[in-house]
């Protein structure tokens, strides 16, 4: 196996090289919306795992004219994971850790969304579905990755500081249930983690999220007529009633944990016990030590008795983990660096959603989140973009990899 290595070059020398890739990056923007109206136009529903393949085929095509190879993780029912990396190959062991450029090509729009409401943009603003979550933050990954290539082509710089992994997966509007474990696998042991989730309406990076599980919960009853031998049912609806009261109990403002049951089903009449129920629990957590208590405290609040003839299961969908600051704030405060010689500023902000920055940051490597182009109103028809935020932005992350100490 070859081993690839990279000559120690001098903090001015990389300065100079990350200027020429900036300039390069400065004249790539009406490419660059191009496409993003490209992949808007391809419609990637998280189960639509066609669509989100086709997704990652149109950046695999942008990426491999330039030279940068990319490969394919399959996946059963979910959208493959697309690699691309720049400074090794894959039949080469590196001798630095890897940076790497997540993001994920799924959206939440129901396919066939780009046949009435496709891309459409006013002056600097763009629309469309996931036009901000985040296939804006996929194309300023892939022309990162373009503009490295393109430093290696065009200067006397033999190798990058660190290699570059582009992991681009295609179901974490579902929780990541498989595009987790090519993650978790992948970037044990890397440098950094930017993860091209769109930046803050406010102009900011995330730099922590609350993490996210979701549940299902079953209660099973017995069926009777209500009006003919009522006493011999079993409400499952009633006994779903019960727990659906002490799960939102369990909301604490103070300390940032939330749960909410947001969808519920069960019964077969109005004149008839119910006979089953179920329902969806949304939970919300700043810590992983947050995490393990209040998913005790559910299975607890489910396996309570209750209702004489009614049982109760819970079933764990998915997880996300928070993403804690913790040893990311250096590279928050590099980037940072980066964004004002680049003359815009930027802080990290505390959001309440959640992404595959949790995986990697619980991980132990330093992660930043949010740093694809500004958007707002992301999972809406409004959905937006600010299309003069690419170039600054994609510059930053550009710089910070060259850059990185």
Known sequence: MTITTAKKLSNSVLATYADLLCDW?????????QCLQELVDTDSNSYDKEGVDAAGRLMASWLEADGIECRWHKSASSGDVL??????????????????????????FPKGTVTTRGFTRDGMTAFGPGVADMKSGLV??????????????????????????????????????????VIQHMVKGAKAVFNAEPGR???????????????????????????VNHADGASAIGGLALIITELHALTDYETGVTTNVGL?????????????????????????????????????????????????????????????????????AHYQVQAESLGFSVEGEFTGGCSDAGFTSSMGVPTLCGTGPVGAKMHTEGEL?????????????????????
Do not use: W
């Open 25 to 33: 990056l400065a004249t790539q923007e009406d490419e660059m919306i």
């Open 83 to 108: 690699e691309a990396r720049i400074g090794s190959g894959f039949d080469k062991k590196d001798s630095q850790p890897a940076i790497f450029l997540m993001g994920h090509r799924d959206t939440v």
């Open 140 to 181: 300023l990954n892939c022309f990162v990755l373009r503009g490295l290539q393109y430093l290696l082509n065009h200067s006397d710089i033999d190798a990058l500081p660190h290699p570059v992994v582009g992991l681009f997966t295609g179901d974490e509007e579902i929780g990541s249930p498989e595009g987790r474990h």
């Open 201 to 227: 309406i406010s102009g900011n990076v995330v730099s922590a999220r609350k993490g996210g599980a979701s549940f299902e919960i079953i209660v099973k009853g017995k069926a009777a007529h209500s009006g």
């Open 264 to 332: 519920i089903n069960g019964g077969m009449s109005s004149n008839t016990v119910a006979a089953e129920a179920k329902a969806k629990l949304d939970l919300r957590y700043i810590t992983k030590e947050q995490m393990v208590d209040a998913m005790d405290a559910i299975q607890a609040i489910v396996d309570m008795p209750r209702l004489q003839g009614v049982t109760a299961s819970v079933r764990l969908i998915s997880a996300f983990h928070p993403f804690e600051l913790n040893m990311s704030s250096e590279l928050l």
């Open 385 to 405: 973009c600010l299309l003069d935020t690419f170039v600054p932005r994609t510059q930053a992350v550009a710089k910070s990899i060259l850059l990185l100490p």
